[in-house]
């Protein structure tokens, strides 16, 4: 699974199955970690998280299909009732049928994106310029925003208007944020191997 474009391969350039396995383990557990971030809202069902962090900064890390596994495997923790989820909402499997369900199961493919993304020869751009990273968590989070946008208005029955104005607009300040933070810590990394 070698992926010598993205970040997590060049910090530690060692090959094989055991070094991915451990890589995604890490991730899994800064996954886990940032949603512990949680900050309930009273205006909107869907609370204020660090998960959309950790799908973003894994993306870059990692790459499309490691990303991709590791949030897989974290929705399957979830799903079978392990701690990993914010703490607002239901348990395990009965989450996917609350509020952030379409934020959730659009995180595997947001980080494919994202890691996928990441991993292109751009013209343009160099491994962790600004432009690259910036345009690659975008589209993971439009992605994301996408997938709980429809969930909101369409299985949660709030409507598009209302499902826009609960689940995509209070968030948009806090995720741009967010993307600052992780290309501030992806140039951080890659000055700190210079």
Do not use: H
């Not at 900064?57 to 596994?69: D, P, Q, T």
């Amino acid at each position: 699974m070698a992926q010598a474009r993205v970040l997590a391969d060049r910090l530690i350039p060692r090959e094989g199955i055991a070094w991915d396995v451990a890589r995604i383990a890490a991730a899994n557990l800064l996954m886990v970690l940032c949603a512990r971030v949680a900050l309930p809202l009273e205006w909107t069902p869907v609370p204020i998280t660090g998960q959309t962090f950790g799908v973003m900064l894994i993306g870059v890390l990692l790459g499309s299909r490691r990303a991709a596994i590791v949030l897989s495997l974290y929705l399957l923790e979830g799903i079978a009732g392990l701690p990993v989820w914010q703490p607002f909402g239901l348990p395990g499997a009965a989450r996917l049928a609350g509020p952030t369900a379409g934020y959730l199961l659009a995180y595997p493919l947001a980080a494919f994106v994202i890691g996928w993304m990441a991993e292109r020869d751009w013209a343009c751009c160099a491994p962790g310029s600004l432009l690259r990273t910036g345009s690659a968590l975008l589209a993971g989070e439009l992605v994301i925003f996408a997938g709980g946008w429809l969930w909101l208005a369409t299985v949660y029955a709030q409507g598009w208007a209302g499902a826009f104005a609960a689940g995509v607009v209070p968030f948009v300040a806090g995720e741009l944020l967010k993307m600052a933070l992780v290309v501030a810590a992806v140039r951080g990394i890659e000055r700190a191997r210079a």
